[in-house]
């Protein structure tokens, strides 16, 4: 029945890992992607939208009963592994993007600070030949020290991470609905700007579970915080605190960090003139906005599916852009960044990738450093065991 289960969800996932992952095969152009949305958020009317919400609610009927059995597999029945190092998982509730990426690699640079080799354990959605994801091809450019490892068998990353690479700390990266692998502190990001994805489960919703549980995380960190008026904050704390009443709640905000080039390095000044900007991720519009507010309005904007793989055709249509919208230089977000330097572009004009780091607001950062200095603390004080003895020098 797990296994089935696991199956079921795993194809939902994967029909639903890009632009509102619902529709990535289907869902191509803006139009159609802004009729979904206008659909499930209930801004579409007539007798025909109402019975394609019938339909998909009954869709999303079928797939919340999986997850329950899921989930009660876990909570009741299923032991956890453990990896006999501290793991922090990083995940959330909606698909697309709620800066997962960003929090990831704050935790690495936290570990990294107190003398830890993190492993980053991904699934490894839409992986290159060489089997790093985007987000971890991003990891090892800004965080060197971490190991980055995909593989939908977290469980076995881990163990080759420790075995091969020495690593004592793991960070489960989009890892709430991934149950198999034990962790000790459970980061559960809301986006501030769709915070609970219509308040259904795929594909009537962008839920990929329903929020009640959220109980099952450690803390909550509200992302984006600085993109919605302080009364949405309000409101979504609201929301969480009636489900988990003594949750931790973190605020966090996207921080632009600077411009790089496509190698990685940073720029000296930020892109001037005419700026095209492009990238597949699942915010377009909020990385527009991001542009703006730094003095670097888009002249022309171009847009991909989320963990969009890259291609000669695409550079080509890339270059007839730049030519046609005359533009003077081209801009894009590290995740794309790193997904093109794998292929041997002659660009027109000068590329830069925006750099973004996460920050956490307030005594955020204080709380989250107590948090995993007690992590770190109850391992480095446990007993050794004879696992832990073998392979030690005398």
Excluded at 65 to 87: F, T
């Amino acid at each position: 029945m797990e296994d089935r289960a696991n199956l079921f969800v795993e194809i939902v996932m994967s029909l639903s890992d890009s632009d509102h992952r619902t529709h990535t095969q289907t869902v191509t152009s803006a139009d159609e992607l802004s009729s979904y949305m206008g659909l499930i958020g209930g801004e579409r009317g007539g007798p025909m939208a109402a019975a394609q919400r019938a339909a998909l609610w009954s869709a999303s009927y079928a797939y919340r009963c999986v997850l329950a059995v899921r989930n009660h597999y876990y909570d009741s029945l299923a032991l956890p592994a453990w990896l006999g190092i501290p793991v922090f998982s990083v995940g959330n509730l909606t698909v697309g993007g709620t800066g997962k990426t960003p929090m990831t690699l704050h935790l690495c640079q936290r570990l990294v600070e107190r003398g830890r080799r993190p492993a980053v354990l991904s699934r490894g959605y839409k992986a290159s030949a060489e089997g790093l994801a985007d987000e971890l091809l991003l990891v090892s450019r800004r965080c060197p020290r971490a190991v980055a490892i995909a593989n939908p068998n977290r469980v076995a990353a881990g163990e080759l991470a420790v075995e091969q690479y020495g690593a004592d700390a793991g960070v489960l990266d989009d890892g709430f609905q991934h149950r198999r692998l034990a962790r000790d502190l459970d980061l559960l990001l809301i986006d501030a700007t769709e915070p609970f994805g219509f308040g259904h489960v795929l594909p009537r919703g962008l839920l990929r579970e329903p929020v009640q549980n959220l109980r099952r995380a450690d803390v909550v960190v509200i992302t984006r915080c600085d993109q919605v008026p302080s009364e949405t904050l309000d409101q979504i704390e609201a929301a969480v605190r009636a489900i988990a009443p003594q949750m931790p709640l973190l605020h966090a905000v996207h921080q632009p960090a600077g411009f790089a080039d496509l190698a990685g390095q940073l720029m000296p000044n930020p892109p001037t003139g005419r700026v095209g900007a492009f990238a597949g991720i699942a915010r377009p519009a909020a990385f527009a906005r991001t542009l703006a507010d730094l003095g670097c309005t888009p002249a022309a904007t171009r847009w991909w599916p989320d963990h969009h793989i890259y291609t000669e055709a695409d550079l080509a249509a890339l270059r007839r852009w730049v030519l046609e919208s005359r533009l003077d230089a081209l801009v894009t977000t590290e995740k794309d960044a790193v997904k093109l330097t794998r292929l041997d572009a002659d660009w027109p004009v000068p590329v830069a990738a925006l750099r973004i780091d996460l920050a956490l607001l307030a005594d955020g950062g204080k709380i989250l450093d107590e948090m995993i200095d007690r992590v770190l603390a109850d391992y480095d004080m446990a007993p050794a065991t004879e696992s832990d003895d073998l392979g030690q020098e005398p």
